[in-house]
């Protein structure tokens, strides 16, 4: 059994032998990015497939933003003695105001996430090349069904999200009347981000498990080999396999991560030989 602890001390990260994982938080704002390490100070680093569906998965909660931003459609709270003159809501539309005003006219400067990924291996590189010389509609294909499976994990709670600020489903407020222009707050516009991140990874989480059971219980991918005498069974899993998980084909951690799951969770011995470059039948890389 594992646990999650947090401590501010920082004499904890070097006593490697009391964790797996380390994440490190930056103490102050100044654009530092949170650090990921291995109990043997190894990053953990995410992968190009991680990264595409990060993008894709900022891409919808930006749109969201924008959209509940503009419609406008929450009532803030009834007025009494005990509130502020300054309603929370007031100062939280006037900061998205100035937010607004601020990035009017400017392009959204494009991060670079090459510390915290992966880099594109060789045998990729060479893959890519190959098939945009070959067949480009098959390159287009494969990124056309990881852009559906993306969308069918976040669309639906993006949407739900946005239908509690629908503007074509006028909201009454305390007196029965139909209001017209009122205040979304920023807590509950963070709220419905933090809910929506929480079910997407709930969501992400069932489709590995389900797909790993799915192949994991598929008898005709058990291969029967006898190694030092010992007769044992390997559950192969192909490239497509680790394209319907969400995994990096080209990755070798994603690799070493899904042989790891099977033997922890099943209890079986899982195989997966990694994609490569073929050419008039032989493999390349």
């Known amino acids: 059994m594992g646990y999650i602890a947090c401590t501010t001390d920082g004499i904890i990260a070097t006593k490697r032998d009391l964790y797996d994982i380390l994440i490190e938080f930056p103490q102050d704002d100044d654009g530092a990015r949170v650090k990921i390490e291995n109990s043997d100070g ?12 990060f993008q ?3 891409r919808e909660l930006k749109h ?11 009532f803030p709270a ?22 607004a005003e601020n990035e009017g006219g400017e392009e959204e400067v494009e991060e670079d996430y090459t510390n915290v990924t992966e880099m594109i291996t060789w045998s990729e590189t060479l893959y890519s090349s190959f098939l945009w ?12 069904d990881e852009a559906s499976q993306d969308n069918k994990l976040v669309e639906d709670l993006i949407e739900t999200s946005n239908s509690a600020y629908n503007p074509s489903k006028p ?19 963070t709220e419905k981000k933090v809910t929506v991140l929480i079910a997407y990874f709930h969501r992400l989480t069932r489709l590995y498990f389900d797909n790993v059971k799915e192949i994991i219980d598929d008898e005709s991918r058990v291969n029967k080999t006898r190694i030092e005498g010992e007769d044992r069974e390997e559950v192969q899993i192909d490239t497509d396999d680790m394209m319907r998980l969400g995994l990096d084909e080209w990755s070798a951690t994603d690799a070493l991560f899904i042989r790891e ?4 969770w099943w209890r079986r ?13 032989l493999r390349l890389t």
């Open 78 to 99: 009834e007025e009494d003695d005990t509130q502020p003159l300054l309603s929370e809501s007031s100062r939280s539309q006037s900061r998205l105001d100035e937010d």
């Open 269 to 281: 011995n899982v195989t997966y030989s990694g994609r490569g470059v073929e050419c008039c039948g």
């Open 171 to 189: 909201r009454h407020d305390s007196h029965g009347g139909e209001g017209e222009d009122v205040v979304v707050s920023g807590k509950e516009m």
């Open 261 to 264: 799951f099977g033997k922890k």
């Open 133 to 144: 010389w070959s067949s480009s509609g098959e390159s287009f294909l494969q990124l056309t």
């Open 56 to 58: 894709h998965l900022r």
């Open 42 to 53: 190894s990053p953990v680093l995410a992968t190009q497939r991680d990264l595409r569906r």
């Open 64 to 74: 969201a933003h924008e959209s509940i931003r503009g419609s406008r459609s929450i």
